[in-house]
């Protein structure tokens, strides 16, 4: 790279072990860096299989790395490949080294895991620090109750990869809502790395309207899962409210997610044609426009279905799972004691009358709007303003390495 304003490079680094919700965070991210800086090339690191099912701005692309998914038992498994989760691990780490020394970004910032998928990334931290790239760790709001979080960072020496690595801290929330290092201890140089950047605003897509909307009249209450590998819950919930309940105000509107089990999306569809208000989709990779037009929303509550609940505006009713991790239930509880969504959680009873009551007052509550929130959805702006930071930092360490090798001869 180099001092005088061309080109840029940011290589993002995605595990994705399950579900849509770090590859759609990284791909949002990757797109509003392009859009402000038109001398920027984003590249994304990636084990989703889907990602090729998104779009992606020009001067963005991708390297899909061999998938690995984790089981119910916590323990992980190679995605497609037969052969044992040790080799997978050996190639993706090896592909991930090999891309980042090629690519010789400027900053690589990595989601959520510090060192990566069982520390597949420590060696590239360790190449990338050598060769001067600034390195940032991207946070979401939330990670995990503190009573978990703690031990999973003790056992994996996420200390370290904070204090010896990495540059900045990003938070992709606002301190107001949640602190998702909360009970963690973290030394005062570390601390000092942290910045809340907002959440990531998320828009409506220039591109044509889903088919599925030609079959469904609005007014509607848009029911998304996420992935849906975990969705089978709330789905079941909210059909057993539209079977039962005769006076439900709004149609709905069910996206099951990829990565249902086909089985349990067979079965719910059974149960949908019976349904004249009730229409499904197994994915669409622009669900903003769906939500756009929905007039409320139900939701897992997720990072991603979180954003753009905030950026849409929409009433939203949100179910929070809470396994294998609490986060979506403190970030939905939270939101629900600042007043920007309502929260039902699961009882394991789950009575189609509880669940129509909920939906019947959905209507009626306020917008997100209608809570003042600083900052709430600067994430972007943020972003860009750090990143313009890292790009100077990187700049002097270009320019210290060169005098010093000047020196040296």
Not at 143 to 156: A, C, H, T
Not at 383 to 397: E, G, I, T
Request: hydrophobic share 40%; aromatic share 6%; net charge negative.
């Amino acid at each position: 790279m180099s001092l005088d304003g061309s080109a840029r490079r940011i290589l993002i680094y995605s595990h994705d072990s399950f579900g849509l919700g770090h590859l759609r965070r990284c791909r949002t991210l990757a797109h509003a860096l392009v859009e402000q800086n038109q001398n920027l090339s984003v590249l994304i690191l990636s084990g989703s299989p889907i990602i090729g099912s998104f779009d992606f701005k020009a001067r963005v692309d991708f390297v899909r790395i061999p998938g690995i998914i984790k089981l119910r038992n916590g323990e992980y498994t190679s995605l497609s490949l037969h052969i044992d989760t040790e080799q997978t691990l050996a190639m993706r780490a090896s592909i991930i080294r090999h891309t980042a020394e090629t690519f010789d970004p400027d900053i690589f910032i990595v989601d959520k895991e510090p060192f990566g998928l069982k520390g597949e990334v420590a060696e590239t931290l360790e190449v990338l620090k050598a060769n001067g790239t600034q390195l940032v760790l991207g946070l979401r709001d939330v990670l995990d109750d503190p009573s978990l979080l703690v031990p999973e960072w003790k056992r994996k020496n996420v200390l370290t990869a904070l204090q010896n690595y990495y540059d900045d801290i990003w938070i992709f929330g606002v301190e107001q809502l949640y602190d998702p290092l909360e009970g963690v201890d973290l030394p005062a140089d570390v601390k000092r790395k942290v910045s809340y950047t907002g959440y990531l605003p998320r828009k409506v897509q220039p591109a044509t309207d889903p088919a599925i909307l030609e079959e469904i009249d609005e007014p509607y209450v848009l029911v998304t899962v996420g992935g849906g590998g975990d969705g089978d819950v709330l789905i079941d919930w909210v059909l057993s409210a539209y079977e039962t309940e005769t006076d439900l105000p709004l149609n709905a509107l069910l996206v099951l997610g990829p990565f249902m089990p086909p089985d349990l999306r067979t079965s719910f569809r059974e149960r949908i044609s019976k349904l004249p208000q009730v229409k499904s989709v197994t994915f669409d990779s622009n669900i903003e426009n769906l939500m756009d037009k929905a007039s409320a929303v139900v939701a897992m509550g997720g990072y991603n279905t979180f954003c753009e609940i905030l950026s849409m505006n929409k009433r939203t009713l949100i179910i929070p799972r809470t396994v294998p991790r609490l986060e979506q239930y403190i970030r939905a509880t939270r939101a629900a004691e600042l007043g920007l969504i309502s929260v039902l959680i699961d009882d394991d009873v789950r009575a189609p009358a509880t669940m129509g009551i909920a939906l019947k007052q959905l209507c009626q509550q306020n917008k997100p709007s209608d809570i003042v929130i600083p900052g709430l959805l600067d994430g972007l702006t943020n972003v860009n303003r750090l990143a313009q930071l890292r790009f100077k930092d990187r700049d002097l360490s270009l320019a210290e390495r060169r005098q010093s090798a000047a020196k040296n001869t």
